[in-house]
């Protein structure tokens, strides 16, 4: 059951993520171009660090996130966003140095809370442009990622920090730009 879930979670990145792409080359969508660069950054180490630590399929998802969010910052040098500020800078940095611990301590754990807490920096340029231009931003697939997170949770063959902490806090910041979006919609009416 674990892996049919993670399978559909993996469908869900695709499903979610094709509305966001197709925004992005309609002019619709401005990914942040830093946001998107530190997403892949995170999301690639942070599916290393759950697979280590036993995620089975449940990390599925986040490895596959990974490699589609390379994409969307390639993407994004062209058609993304770009008001880099030095929060952003240090948040990159930030998501290079969280590997550290875990080569120094063969443990992925404290690598996976200072990832989680860089990918969550990583989306204040994103909510303060959503915040700015509510439109910019795909809003089905910020529901799709929330869902999908959070459905990931389910698919973790072993629970430990490590493992549940990053779906957690991601669903989380989606559900976030959700909100903003949403907020905006109904402040109009």
């Known amino acids: ?8 979670t993996v469908a869900l990145a695709f499903v979610g993520i094709v509305p966001y792409i197709a925004d992005i080359f309609r002019n619709k969508t ?3 171009i830093f946001t998107w660069t530190v997403w892949a950054l995170v999301t690639l180490l942070a599916f290393f660090g759950q697979w280590s630590k ?6 599925w998802t ?6 589609l969010t390379i994409f969307i910052a390639l993407i994004s040098i062209k058609y993304g966003s770009r008001d880099i500020t030095r929060s952003d800078v240090i ?4 998501a290079l140095v969280a590997i550290v611990p875990w080569l120094f301590t063969k443990d992925p754990t ?45 698919a973790l063959t072993n629970y430990n920090l490590a ?5 957690a806090v991601v669903a989380l910041s ?16």
């Open 1 to 8: 059951m674990k892996e049919f879930i993670g399978l559909v």
């Open 54 to 59: 036993g995620g089975g399929a449940g990390s």
């Open 91 to 94: 948040i990159f940095v930030m």
């Open 174 to 189: 989606n559900l976030t730009v959700v909100v903003i979006i949403l907020r905006s919609r109904y402040s109009k009416v």
């Open 30 to 32: 401005k990914p942040h």
């Open 62 to 67: 986040t490895g596959v996130t990974g490699l």
């Open 163 to 167: 493992t549940f902490l990053y779906p």
């Open 110 to 154: 404290l690598s996976i809370i200072i990832l989680t807490i860089v990918n969550t920096l990583a989306f204040i340029p994103t909510i303060r442009k959503t915040i700015k231009d509510p439109e910019s931003e795909t809003f089905s697939s910020y529901v799709i990622h929330t869902f999908r997170h959070s459905l990931s949770i389910l």
